[in-house]
């Protein structure tokens, strides 16, 4: 079992930084990648950013040159640091780990263990 724990979500106006963490733990032997998404209220879960085990990056386009994805290996910690929000980004973010070889695609469906989430609000 891989347990997942985000923080660093909060209230910021347009325009301003967040830098997401997630710590994951557990028996992450097999788990190919870590990822980003992110769930406004009304809509779907939507794929934010990925990692893979090798480093290779995937990022939605409209979040790419905004948006970085990094771990920590060390800290067994991922990050998503957020720069010039917009306040469509506001939603909930997950954290999350995929096994299968392809989850660089960030389909919710190939990820098996998700965080609990933490709030990002956006105001113009």
């Known amino acids: 079992q891989v347990q997942l724990v985000e923080s660093g979500g909060g209230s910021v106006q347009a325009g301003g930084s967040l830098r997401l963490s997630c710590a994951n733990s557990?028996?992450?032997?097999?788990?190919?990648?870590l990822g980003w998404f992110r769930q406004a209220p009304g809509k779907e879960r939507e794929g934010v950013a990925a990692?893979?085990?090798?480093?290779?990056?995937s990022y939605v386009d409209s979040n790419e040159g905004r948006f970085t994805i990094s771990q920590d290996n060390a800290k067994n910690t991922l990050y998503l640091q957020m720069n010039s929000l917009k306040p469509e980004d506001t939603a909930l973010y997950y954290c999350?780990?995929?096994?299968?070889?392809?989850?660089?695609?960030?389909?919710?469906?190939?990820?098996?263990?998700w965080g609990q989430g933490t709030q990002v609000t956006v105001s113009s």
């Open positions: 999350a780990a995929g096994r299968p070889a392809w989850c660089l695609r960030l389909h919710r469906d190939d990820y098996n263990y």
């Open positions: 557990g028996y992450t032997y097999g788990v190919n990648c």
């Open positions: 990692i893979d085990s090798d480093g290779a990056l």
